[in-house]
C-alpha cells in the first residue's frame, strides 16, 4: 500500500496561527505514514485528497486516525476588588465588618505565609465554551448571582464592592460590575456596567444560600472579601485603604490591635472537658474538667460514666480523652443521636487552632 504525502495549506487569516503550527508540525510526520484510506474524509477522493482546504477537514483526518484537535481553553475572568472607596455614596460613612474570628488569629502580617503586597489579588475564572461567537446578554436587574452568566463567552470583568452606613444608620453593600466581553472574531470588545446595591440582610442570606449549596466560587471569593476571614483578604483590604486614605488604615489597624488572638488557645480534649459531666457513685454530676485526683483515683483503670451535652451517659476512659487529637475532638459527637459535643464557640475555637497549625506545618514543617 502506497504512502500519501498530504499538503497542508492554512490561511492565517481562518484560523490561529499559533494553534496551526503546533497541530500541523506535530501531526504531519503521521500522515505522511498513513494510507489514503485511513485518513481521508468521507467527502475527499483519493483524487483531491492531495489538498486539504480547510482546518475542518484537517480535523476530520486528526479523529480518523484516532488523534482529536481541541481548541485552546478559554476564560471570562472576574477581578474582584473590597473596599471600592470611590463608590462610597455622598454623605454615606465606610463601614468595614469585623474581622473573622481575629480573636483565634495572629494579626496579618506581611512576610508571613509568603504574602506580599504583589499577591493580593482576588479573581475567579469562568470555563467557557470557545465557540462562542456572539455577544451574551447579561440580565441583571437586582439579581447578583446574573453574573454566573459570564460564563457565556470569554472576557474580563472588574467587580467592585463598598461597604457603608446610611444617613439613616442601615449598613449597605453597593457593587459595581463592569463587564467587558471578548469576541473570538475580530470585532471590538464590549464593555457594559452594572450596579447592584444590598441590604446587609440580602448579602448575608446570599453568602448563606450559596455556602449551603457550595455553587458559586465567586461568592466565596467575595464573603472573603467582606468578613477578611483570610489573611490575604485582611492585607488585601489594608492595601485598599493605604491607596485612598492611610489614616482609614491606620486606624483599622489601631481597632484589632489587642483583639488579635486574645482568646485562649486551647487543645480539643481541653474543650470536651468542659461540655461533659461526669457521673460519680452517689449519682452526683460534676464538669469534668474539675475532676480531682480522688474521684480519678477511685476509677483507675476504670471507664467513667459521661453525661454529654445531649443528656445521653456514655463510658468513656478519662486517658483516652486527654488523649484525643483536636480534629477527633473537633468531630466528636454523641454515638446515639448524632450530636455534636462542642458548641459553636468552641467549634470555631479549635477549627483556627487546627487551622494555624496545618499553615505553620506547611510553610515551615
Known sequence: MNSLTVHVRVKASQVDAAVNRRVINTLLPTLHRVSTKSILPPNKSANNAALFTNMDDLSISFQRIGLEHSPPAQYHTLHLTYPALHLLPEGAWLYLIPPSDCCYREAPRFGAYHLTPENLSFFHRFPVNPMVRFLPRLEVAS??????????????????????????????????????????????????????????????????????????????????????????????????????????????????????????????????????????????????????????????????????????????????????????????????????????GDVIALANRLNRAERCSFYWG
Not at 490591635?257 to 457521673?279: F, K
Request: charged share 15%; proline share 5%; glycine share 4%.
Open 143 to 344: 439579581d447578583l448571582l446574573a453574573i454566573n452568566t459570564l460564563a457565556a463567552a470569554a472576557g474580563q470583568s472588574h467587580l467592585e464592592c463598598v461597604s457603608f452606613v446610611d444617613a439613616s444608620g442601615v449598613l449597605q453593600h453597593l457593587i459595581s460590575l463592569t463587564v467587558t466581553w471578548t469576541h473570538n472574531n475580530d470585532d471590538p470588545a464590549n464593555t457594559r456596567q452594572y450596579t447592584y446595591q444590598l441590604s446587609d440582610l440580602e448579602l448575608k442570606c446570599t453568602f448563606a444560600l450559596n455556602a449551603a449549596h457550595n455553587a458559586h466560587p465567586w461568592l466565596d471569593l467575595l464573603f472573603n472579601l467582606v468578613y477578611r476571614v483570610s489573611d490575604r483578604a485582611y492585607l488585601h483590604v489594608h492595601e485598599q485603604l493605604r491607596a485612598y486614605d492611610s489614616t482609614k488604615m491606620l486606624l483599622q489597624d489601631l481597632l484589632w490591635t489587642d483583639v488579635w488572638n486574645s482568646a485562649p488557645n486551647r487543645p480539643g480534649h481541653e474543650l470536651l472537658m468542659t461540655r461533659l459531666e461526669c457521673q460519680l457513685d452517689n449519682d452526683r454530676r460534676i464538669p469534668l474538667s474539675s475532676l480531682d485526683a480522688e474521684n480519678l483515683a477511685a476509677h483507675a483503670g476504670q471507664p467513667l460514666s459521661i453525661v454529654l451535652p445531649c443528656g445521653h451517659t456514655q463510658s468513656y476512659m478519662y486517658a483516652l480523652i486527654c488523649a484525643m487529637p483536636d480534629l477527633k475532638c473537633l468531630e466528636a459527637s454523641c454515638r446515639e443521636c448524632g450530636l455534636p459535643v462542642l458548641g459553636p
